[in-house]
């Protein structure tokens, strides 16, 4: 049972250049999020997604762009990359009852040079 | 938009009892989460309270006071295991976005 799969787990960026974090999840969840962590630091909320076609904007959306097109994917791109988008991501899934249980990928390390 | 306050830091010993709070401020609660972050690896749920009162799961209990915008969770019988961050979460417009609070890391001692 694969769960949400993140990848890359690592990737070194230049800045200015762009990339996309790709994340998808079996588990049939029609919420999906994108959270960036810091280091030392709690989770803001980038983007999510309430079903395929349905994006909306969390806590820090700038620089990032996302699209749902199917319910198992919901990548995160990167334009115009910037040493202060230096960060863990992390990408998770839900389903749209009960406690709502958010369950994460291993995360993308990702560095801007 | 929502903020939630944990304490920064918190040191316990093995055996003890250790009570982590967070207080919130959000538009249309819905309910208060918890997680557990291991050092390099992802967040996972511990706990859920949509309602006032106590929620027990083995060693972990959870409780909230929504007229006062608070929850805390407890641990008993800590083991070094345990040293980790914690992280409270809300649920709030319409259910489904979930922000998390700026955590609160254990430490645990032999």
């Known amino acids: 049972n694969a769960g949400v799969t993140q990848t890359p787990k690592f990737r070194i960026l230049k800045i200015g250049q762009s990339m996309t974090l790709q994340c998808t999840q079996d588990m049939n969840h029609n919420y999906m999020y994108w959270y960036r962590q810091d280091p030392g630091m709690g989770l803001k909320l980038i983007y999510y997604s309430v079903g395929a076609g349905i994006t909306d904007k969390g806590e820090v959306p700038n620089g990032y762009n996302v699209s749902r097109s199917t319910t198992e994917d919901f990548p995160l791109r990167l334009e115009l990359a910037a040493p202060s988008q230096t960060s863990v991501y992390f990408c998770?899934?839900?389903?749209?009852?009960?406690?709502?249980?958010?369950?994460f990928g291993e995360g993308s390390r990702l560095t801007v040079l | 938009g929502q903020s939630l306050e944990q304490p920064s830091e918190v040191t316990a010993v093995e055996g003890a009892i250790v009570q982590i709070n967070c207080t919130y401020q959000t538009s249309g609660f819905y309910g208060l989460s918890w997680y557990q972050q291991h050092d390099g690896g992802a967040p996972t749920f511990l706990s859920y309270n949509a309602l006032d009162g106590l929620e027990e799961t083995g060693r972990f209990s959870s409780f909230l006071s929504r007229s006062d915008s608070y929850g805390y969770l407890l641990l008993q019988e800590l083991q070094m295991k345990d040293s980790a961050s914690y992280f409270c979460a809300v649920r709030s417009t319409g259910f489904q976005k979930l922000v998390f609070g700026t955590g609160t890391r254990l430490l645990v001692s032999p």
């Open positions: 998770a899934s839900s389903s749209n009852s009960g406690t709502g249980e958010l369950f």
